[in-house]
């Protein structure tokens, strides 16, 4: 039987990246999943937003060399990917949503980021057509944008092929097998595999795979509902991101939502549902257009003649604080969980890809060992990221 240095579950937003690093770096890489693609879960419903503003520094760390990777993929491998670099607006309507950002806005200035509070008509400028009534002023972080998560994720599939990462679709992970504390290998509806190093990048999954080897993640889907326009001029650059929660005792109340406009004029919009919708149900609801669309013409009237042209629904795979899951279990050598990648997996992927493999490889930096320690399974989940 072949033996792989390592296998990957789950051929998505985190698992396809990491097989591209891992294959990148000479590992005999093997990724199974059970669809019948790459991106066929979570990844596809991902709307493409990718930014490194974040307030935990494991994660800025991790998304800014995933920007360096989405902002350079064509000159390097030549696939358009529709990266833009269109930066990111958070707008602020109240006084605590402007004291917040300029809090934030010090801290990520620390990180190194390129992040500023803006004023009222420098996002103007930006957002054109916004709602001025109590309009406070924004954060900008014109190094931040956007990428088409399905093109980005073959464009990283036919390349770790190339480095000779193989994949297995339509096969299930059923069990995970150890001897003495140390993974041996996996079974699937299939086959059997052997390797001593196991990587859990199963999405909404996670879970299900982290009890083969006895442990309970704490990662629990949550759905999330999006949907896309018809293509109009070009309006705005930056992902818009209103933080106000609405209430909207008809369809249902909202914590905050954003939208962009797409390399092809199409703008992309997503909503947080107030309270969270646990589970894996992946059917649209015929609440979430009225909803969103409702916050979205009161913030910027001049969109209300614009068609929809379809809406989706996938899964959040959240963590109690809003952070990934990374590294090592204490007691199984060789399994490694690259989980909970909650509202942040596609920007996420190619930086975690990256860790995994020097991970693997005993390759770490002192600032990877930081990042793992950070974002450990044994963490304490009491400080919550913001936006996750
Ligand atoms: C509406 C919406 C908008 C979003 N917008 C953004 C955004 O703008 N930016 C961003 O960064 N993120 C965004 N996200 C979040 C992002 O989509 C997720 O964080 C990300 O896809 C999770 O990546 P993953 O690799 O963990 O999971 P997935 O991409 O879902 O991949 C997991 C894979 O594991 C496979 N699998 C599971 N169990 C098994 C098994 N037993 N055997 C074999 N295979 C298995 C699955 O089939 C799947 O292919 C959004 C999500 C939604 C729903």
């Known amino acids: 039987m072949v033996e792989y240095d390592v296998i990957i579950i789950g051929a998505g937003s985190i698992g396809v990246p990491t097989a591209l690093a891992t294959a990148s770096d000479g590992l005999k890489t093997l990724v199974i999943d059970t669809l019948p693609s790459v991106s066929q879960a979570d990844n596809k419903h991902a709307i493409g937003g990718i930014r490194a503003t974040h307030t935990q520094k494991g994660k800025i760390m991790l998304c800014q060399r995933s920007i360096e990777i989405f902002r350079n993929w064509e000159s390097q491998f030549g696939d358009d990917i529709w990266w833009k670099q269109g930066g990111y607006c958070f707008v602020a309507y109240t006084k605590e949503h402007e004291n917040t950002l300029k809090l934030n806005v010090q801290l990520q200035k620390s990180f190194g980021l390129d992040i500023d509070y803006v004023s009222k008509e420098e996002i103007k400028n ?7 009534d109590n309009l406070l002023g924004g954060t900008y972080s014109p190094k931040d944008g956007n990428a088409s998560p399905l093109l980005s994720l073959h464009a990283f599939y036919r390349q770790s092929r190339e480095k000779g990462a193989e994949f297995k679709f339509n096969e299930t992970v059923t069990d995970i097998f150890s001897k003495n504390g140390t993974i041996i290998g996996l079974k699937t509806n299939k086959s059997k595999y052997n390797t001593t190093q196991i990587v859990n990048a199963a999405g909404g999954n996670a879970n299900t795979l982290g009890k083969m080897v006895n442990i309970n993640l704490p990662v629990i889907p949550e759905s999330h509902e999006a949907g896309i326009t018809e293509p109009v001029k070009k309006i705005f650059n930056p992902m818009v991101v209103d933080m106000r929660p609405a209430i909207d005792n008809t369809f249902g109340n909202s914590k905050n939502y954003y939208f962009y406009q797409n390399k092809e004029g199409k703008i992309i919009f997503c909503l947080t549902p107030d309270p969270s919708i646990i589970g894996k149900d992946r059917r649209e609801t015929s609440s979430f257009l009225p909803q969103i669309t409702k916050r979205m013409i009161s913030l910027m009237p001049r969109l209300k003649n614009i068609k929809i042209r379809r809406t989706w629904r996938g899964l959040y795979p959240m963590t109690p604080d809003g952070n990934p899951i990374l590294g090592i279990v ?18 996420l992927g190619p930086g975690i890809g990256e860790l995994i493999s020097r991970f693997i490889r005993n390759k ?12 450990s399974i044994t963490r304490d989940y009491n400080k919550e990221e913001e936006l996750k």
């Not at 930006?126 to 001025?132: A, Q, R, V």
């Not at 204490?330 to 920007?347: H, P, T």
């Not at 770490?364 to 974002?375: G, S, V, Y």
């Open 330 to 347: 204490e007691g199984i050598n060789g399994y490694v969980n690259a989980v909970g990648m909650c509202g942040q997996g596609f920007m």
């Open 364 to 375: 770490l930096t002192p600032q990877d060992k930081d990042i793992l320690n950070e974002f």
């Open 126 to 132: 930006l957002i054109p057509g916004i709602n001025e």
